[in-house]
């Protein structure tokens, strides 16, 4: 809306220029609201869970595309019919489980 007020447009447009910018934020935050993950289980013979509410686990494949970055792992996951993007900053996890799941992905990638 601050970007579409201080335009010199008529009112109409403007509101019309308004709808859209929230409609379009609509298609984009609902679906990511859906696709929040709570918890990744990582298993021992190489299978992923995921958590999307507390105690109802789902399987989930890792795409091959799933970047690892120094300061970032980027998991891209199929589960069911979504596929999922999960950013995982270096700092958003402790240093002991970061460096878990970068040891557990390679493990998984030469496998």
């Known amino acids: 809306m601050f970007a579409v007020v201080p335009l010199v447009i008529p009112k109409t447009l ?3 220029l308004f709808g ?3 409609l379009s934020l609509v ?3 609902l679906p990511m609201r859906r696709q929040s993950v709570v918890m990744l289980h990582l298993g021992a013979r190489g299978e992923l869970e995921i958590e999307r509410k507390v105690g109802v686990r789902e ?3 890792i795409e091959p595309h799933t ?3 120094p300061g ?3 998991l891209l996951l199929h589960c069911g ?3 999922i993007a999960l950013p995982l900053l270096a700092d958003a996890l402790d240093s002991q489980l ?3 799941l970068r040891l557990w992905l390679q493990w998984r990638g030469k496998a």
């Open 98 to 100: 970061n460096r878990q």
């Open 59 to 61: 399987t989930a494949n």
């Open 20 to 22: 859209l910018i929230v």
């Open 81 to 83: 019919a979504d596929r």
């Open 72 to 74: 970032l792992i980027v």
């Open 67 to 69: 970047a690892i970055l």
């Open 27 to 29: 298609f984009i935050v």
């Open 14 to 16: 403007s509101l019309v």
